[in-house]
């Protein structure tokens, strides 16, 4: 599987353009799947439904399916909270996976920036970034993207993981 990310600061328009990309990236007959690393307790489940009350019981794992997709919920139990590539070998083979957010990581990337969020660029001081997609004109050794040139984007994308 072919890996590629898309990091930046909060607000700084990461899900739109993993959206944008998704839908561009099928729209060419690409097969697609997704990462996104959340810093906060988040749940997919519901309080008072069966998969729910089955996870509060202690379940390590709790799998809820039905003829339309299936999901499967792992509790850590304060085991530590797994690898990229540790979440990568549990993914079913597409010919790409898109990554938000893991800034730290060490996989191509491109950073979202967006001027209203008043941060530093994160590239600088990461080789792995190797473009910036923005809604300014950042001065960087790096090809720079409007934000919202999802096409252009895409075409970067897959050169770089040669789609």
């Known amino acids: 599987m072919k890996v590629f990310g898309v990091v930046g600061w909060k607000n700084s328009g990461k899900t739109g353009l993993m959206e944008r990309l998704v839908t561009e990236f099928t729209d060419r007959g ?18 008072g439904k069966d998969s729910f009350r089955h996870r509060v019981a202690g379940a390590r794992e709790v799998v809820l399916a039905s003829a339309y997709r299936f999901a499967i919920m792992h509790e850590l139990r304060d085991a530590d909270e797994p690898s990229l590539d540790d979440l990568l070998s549990k993914m079913a083979p597409v010919d790409l996976v898109l990554i938000e957010g893991y800034k730290t990581e060490h996989h191509a990337k491109i950073e979202a920036n967006r001027a ?8 600088p001081n990461d080789a792995k970034i190797l473009a910036v997609a923005s809604d300014r004109q950042p001065q960087i050794d790096r090809p720079v993207f409007d934000l919202d040139d999802t096409v252009g984007i895409a075409d970067f994308i897959a050169v770089q993981v040669g789609l």
């Open 30 to 47: 690409i097969s697609v799947s997704t990462i996104k690393h959340a810093h906060h307790a988040f749940d997919v489940d519901q309080p």
């Open 116 to 123: 209203a969020t008043g941060k530093d660029l994160l590239a």
